[in-house]
């Protein structure tokens, strides 16, 4: 018997298995789809999860970042990371090196779903496995946390990620967030000569048609874009707890408020390796705290920022403020980038 089953092969999911076989225990993955998997998301990581990744031997390729700029057309504000730097890297890319990692560390990566999940007694079982524990990075829709009765009914106008990708050099080191009267479109450099351009929206309508918002950022870009556009959403997703017996949620599973501050892989391996100290320690029931102080600052921060963006009036101040008060978006961005 395993001492920790992970269902999910994601980034958070991968993450968690070489955690768990740096920690001693025996572990294997559950992931039914084939590698590399993309996702709509921006392609950031913070100074952070590079540190963590580099900890973990996951090298990441990728285009440097350097800092955060707002713009709203009239306004701009910039910070830069004192930290260390970020890294803009496809997800493909960024899976692909956390699946060598995995390989090379022996680890079973199972092609077949968790389905229906039953515990008893001393053991869980998924996907015909048995082990002591299950770490379900089951994604944002998580069906293991449905599953468990832990998903909590979100009564906010629901929120997307729409991303594309266009070839051209990146004209700075800089995530460029442009923001809109009621969307805000990122621009992150994943390579020398690629960028992608990710819109967080309520509206329902088509990435090109959403893209209009922000005709300074449409004229700089290429005409037709070289990858297709991929959607995620709703993004606010809540859980009513991440222990259920000896099932632990991790990664976007455990909850996720949005992808407006960009820390959602620094939370998931932060995450990760709370939940394997947790299990190596015998006191899973340690991992609700453990989760939420490793989240407490991107909770806080995310919802403070969608708060003031919920209302018309607030939402014209961001860039403005920032722009007023560069020590404070200083500081709350170097918070971010930890």
Same mark, same amino acid.
């Given at each position: 018997?395993?001492?920790?089953?992970?269902?999910?092969?994601?980034?958070?999911?991968?993450?968690?298995? +070489?955690?768990?076989?740096?920690?001693? +225990?025996?572990?294997?993955?559950?992931?039914?789809?084939?590698?590399?998997?993309?996702?709509?998301?921006?392609?950031?990581?913070?100074?952070? %999860?590079?540190? %963590?990744?580099?900890?973990?031997?996951?090298?990441?390729?990728?285009?440097?970042? /350097?800092?955060?700029?707002?713009?709203?057309?009239?306004?701009?504000?910039?910070?830069?990371?004192?930290? $260390? !730097?970020?890294?803009?890297?496809?997800?493909?890319?960024?899976?692909?090196?956390? /699946?060598?990692?995995?390989?090379?560390?022996?680890?079973?990566?199972?092609?077949?779903?968790?389905?229906?999940?039953?515990?008893?007694?001393?053991?869980?079982?998924? $996907? $015909?496995?048995? &082990?002591?524990?299950?770490?379900?990075?089951?994604?944002?829709?998580?069906?293991?946390?449905?599953?468990?009765?832990?998903?909590?009914?979100?009564?906010?106008?629901?929120?997307?990620?729409?991303?594309?990708?266009?070839?051209?050099?990146?004209? #700075?080191?800089?995530?460029?967030?442009?923001?809109?009267?009621?969307?805000?479109?990122?621009?992150?450099?994943?390579?020398?000569?690629?960028?992608?351009?990710?819109?967080? #929206?309520?509206?329902?309508?088509?990435?090109?048609?959403?893209?209009?918002?922000?005709?300074?950022?449409?004229?700089?870009?290429?005409?037709?874009?070289?990858? %297709?556009?991929?959607?995620?959403?709703?993004?606010?997703?809540?859980?009513?707890?991440?222990?259920?017996?000896?099932?632990?949620?991790?990664?976007?599973? &455990?909850?996720?408020?949005?992808?407006? /501050?960009?820390?959602?892989?620094?939370?998931?391996? @932060?995450?990760?390796? &709370?939940?394997?100290?947790?299990?190596? @320690? !015998?006191?899973?029931?340690?991992?609700?705290?453990?989760?939420?102080?490793?989240?407490?600052?991107?909770?806080?921060?995310?919802?403070?920022? +969608?708060?003031?963006?919920?209302?018309?009036?607030? @939402?014209? +101040?961001?860039?403005?403020?920032?722009?007023?008060?560069?020590?404070?978006?200083?500081?709350?961005?170097?918070?971010?980038?930890?």
């Amino acid at each position: 018997m395993l001492d920790l089953l992970i269902a999910g092969g994601g980034p958070v999911g991968l993450a968690t298995a +070489l955690y768990a076989d740096r920690a001693g +225990l025996s572990v294997a993955v559950l992931e039914p789809r084939p590698g590399p998997i993309d996702k709509a998301c921006g392609e950031g990581l913070m100074p952070g %999860a590079v540190q %963590a990744l580099s900890q973990l031997g996951v090298p990441v390729g990728g285009h440097r970042l /350097t800092g955060i700029r707002y713009t709203d057309g009239r306004h701009t504000a910039e910070a830069l990371c004192r930290g $260390g !730097e970020g890294r803009g890297v496809r997800r493909t890319e960024l899976h692909a090196a956390l /699946t060598t990692a995995v390989e090379a560390a022996k680890i079973p990566v199972l092609t077949r779903a968790a389905g229906y999940v039953e515990q008893r007694g001393d053991r869980v079982c998924a $996907g $015909g496995v048995e &082990a002591r524990y299950l770490a379900a990075a089951d994604g944002l829709h998580s069906p293991i946390r449905r599953q468990l009765g832990l998903s909590v009914p979100v009564d906010t106008r629901p929120r997307y990620g729409l991303r594309q990708h266009y070839r051209l050099a990146p004209w #700075t080191d800089l995530v460029e967030v442009h923001w809109g009267p009621d969307l805000e479109a990122y621009v992150t450099p994943v390579d020398a000569d690629l960028i992608g351009v990710a819109l967080l #929206t309520s509206r329902r309508e088509p990435f090109a048609v959403q893209l209009r918002a922000f005709p300074a950022l449409l004229k700089r870009l290429p005409a037709n874009a070289v990858t %297709a556009t991929r959607g995620a959403g709703p993004l606010r997703q809540r859980s009513r707890a991440r222990v259920a017996g000896r099932v632990l949620l991790v990664g976007d599973a &455990a909850g996720y408020v949005d992808a407006l /501050t960009g820390e959602g892989i620094s939370v998931g391996l @932060a995450s990760a390796r &709370a939940l394997v100290e947790c299990v190596a @320690a !015998e006191r899973p029931g340690d991992y609700e705290r453990r989760w939420l102080a490793a989240s407490r600052r991107y909770r806080w921060i995310t919802e403070s920022l +969608l708060e003031v963006r919920s209302h018309r009036a607030g @939402a014209r +101040l961001i860039v403005p403020a920032a722009q007023r008060l560069p020590r404070v978006f200083g500081a709350a961005v170097n918070q971010l980038a930890k």
